[in-house]
């Protein structure tokens, strides 16, 4: 009766052992396929506006943009494939659908309609005029009959225009692919300014030896846009990883814009109040110099 007993247990364990290995076999094939599966592939555009995103030195993308979505794809287990171009090709691969995000994008009403927003903006930035060294631009009204360039497709180009017209200006617009092109021709004198946000101004201006003007216009949040039909999950881990970042003063978010947005600028007083100064150091010491021989003067009446 014993050795009955245990014979059963045993035939039972020789017919489940063949569907134990059955079941580790196909847990072996599925595994591979769910990692394969869960890997997402994002799309990126890039463009050349240092240092919110450009191209490096090795041919790499990089910037404030891209080392924040890099940062959040390591966590995600993103893999990002970047495609280059410029600016107004970026925009119309996004709405093509043809890119899955879109970093560095003003936000409109427009926009909204062709487009999907995050809503913690990555940074917020204005836009600004600058020129050659000496111009004399102080005011919008003073490139009345100049040439102005400007970023191509851009909500920077749709504002100043609105401004000139609404003064009235005569204002000739020359359409560029990117900001260095930009520069380039304020500093050979092909256009007599050029409009570029403040990031760029601040890290490249000195550079092209130009100089900010007091014109300022167009403050506005930047986010990554995505196409409406898709996508929207990945502004949603986005947004989540921002508004985290954001709250600790010592996250990435942080250091990389310390890093891409501080300058070790050489402190230079204006020429005008340098002058004002030195004028100022003559008449003190001319009035000390009164001071001295009135008081020698004063003392030897005394004596006398």
Partial sequence: MRSRQRDIPLCGWYGVWPALLWLLLIGCCIAPCQAVAEEVTVRVGVYENEPKIFTSSTGRPTGIFIEILEHIAGLEGWKLQYAPGSWAEGIKRLEKGELDLMPDVAYTAEREKRFLFHKTPVLTGW???????????????DLNGKRVAALEKTIQLETFTRMAHSFGLK??????????????MIAAGTVDAGLTNRFYGLRNARKAGLEDTPIMFDPAPFFFAAPHD?????LEVIDRHLADLKKDPQSVYYTVMKRWTSEEVQFRLPVWLQLSLAMAGVVLIMSLAGSLVYKQQLRARTRD
């Fill in 171 to 184: 204002i000739d617009l020359v359409p560029v692919p990117d900001y260095k092109t930009e520069f380039e």
């Fill in 127 to 141: 836009s600004q005029v600058y020129a050659r060294k000496g111009s004399g631009i102080q005011s919008i009204l």
């Fill in 230 to 234: 898709r996508s929207a999950y990945l």
